[in-house]
């Protein structure tokens, strides 16, 4: 296997934090072996991954590595994580503190959860913050992940605003995350906006959205060249919005994003590669409102996962699970 990236990083600061990590899904039948899996992320120079839910296997190849991983409390436990102290305590034992020589960034309380089911979320982040606290293990974050449909309106940025439906529960988890200093996760495709809106005031969305547009959207005093750090920054000036105009503490970081490679419209191998090369190139730049502030992003995602709805859910993967290369990239912009 030849290297693939090489990510810089620490711990929860924002300037020391890693610009690029990758996810690893497990929807598939044909899949490596975790402990492969990990060889390829060391081979690959990959020091952050991110996990949907805590993966024994997984997380014991991790044991010992120092790569940093981002561990998801999938949305089937967030009811009964927000029931009790207790049942959070005992999550937080098996998952977390089983597994003393994994290096952990963030809990990811739920990914995308439905609305209903969100009046049960902040409760749930609150109990696994306080399991963790009282198990020693402070300096791990306690976040969740929003879906890009969360916001109303990506382009211009200044217009962002979250949906009436996400108002009835972001405000709680962004006071959540501002007082316990953690950043917010969030899912964002610019691919998905393209499908969604092919032209926008005349300006072709499909180059804005690969990086690749000749044409600026201006925004105030703001310049915006491509459909990501548009998305970044309409969902800082939402959080704002939360708070009544004054600015947000919060940190986005962005915890899924990519390109399919086949299995819908414009999905293919030549746009993919385009898109998750020039997203590398970004991301260390910071968006027009947040300059020289890296964009901590997760490319989504490790491999093509075979047990997942057919079309485009199937194709995003870096690699095939033989563990060769869909497209060759390189990660060292």
């Known amino acids: 296997m030849a290297a693939l990236m090489n990510v810089v990083g620490d711990d929860n600061n924002a300037a020391g934090a890693a610009s690029v990590g990758v996810c690893y899904g497990t929807s598939g039948d044909n899949l490596p072996p975790a402990s492969t899996v990990v060889d390829m992320l060391r081979e690959n120079g990959f020091t ?7 993966d024994p296997a997984a997380l014991a190849a991790l044991s010992g590595t120092g790569i940093r991983v981002v561990v998801g409390a999938p949305n089937d436990a967030v009811q009964a994580l927000a029931s009790s102290h207790a049942a959070a305590a005992e999550w937080v034992r098996q998952n977390i503190e089983a597994h003393p020589g994994v290096t952990f960034r963030f809990v990811v309380v739920g990914n995308e959860v439905p609305v209903p089911d969100t009046q049960f979320l902040v409760p749930a982040m609150e109990n696994v913050h306080a399991a963790l606290a009282a198990a020693g293990l402070h300096h791990i974050k306690v976040t969740t992940a929003i879906s890009q449909a969360t916001i109303a309106v990506h382009v211009p940025p200044s217009a962002g605003e979250f949906t009436e439906e996400a ?5 709680y988890v962004v006071a959540f995350l501002d007082r316990t200093r953690a950043p917010l996760l969030a899912n964002l495709y610019p691919y ?5 809106n092919h032209l926008w005031n005349g300006m072709d969305m499909m180059s804005f959205a690969l990086f690749t547009s000749p044409e600026t959207v201006q925004d105030g005093e703001y310049a915006y060249q491509n459909q990501f750090e548009a998305t970044v ?3 800082y000036t939402s959080m704002e919005k939360l708070a009544g105009g004054g600015s947000s503490t919060v940190r986005v970081v962005v915890s899924e994003t990519g390109w399919p490679t086949a299995g819908g419209v414009a999905a293919s191998v030549e746009n993919a590669m385009t898109y998750n090369q020039n997203l590398v190139n970004h991301v260390r730049k910071g968006t027009p409102r947040r ?4 964009v901590e992003t997760y490319v989504f995602a490790l491999f093509n996962e075979n047990l997942k709805e057919e079309g485009v859910e199937r194709n995003w993967g870096l690699f095939y699970p033989s563990t ?6 390189s990660f060292n912009a």
Not at 167 to 171: D, I, Q, V
Not at 192 to 196: G, I, L, M, Q, S
Not at 324 to 329: A, F, G, M, Q, T
Request: aromatic share 24%; hydrophobic share 40%.
């Open 192 to 196: 998905f906006v393209y499908t969604y």
């Open 48 to 54: 952050v991954v991110r996990l949907y839910w805590p």
């Open 324 to 329: 060769d290369r869909v497209y060759p990239i």
């Open 233 to 235: 920054d309409a969902l």
């Open 167 to 171: 108002k009835s529960f972001m405000g």
């Open 291 to 294: 300059p020289n502030k890296k």
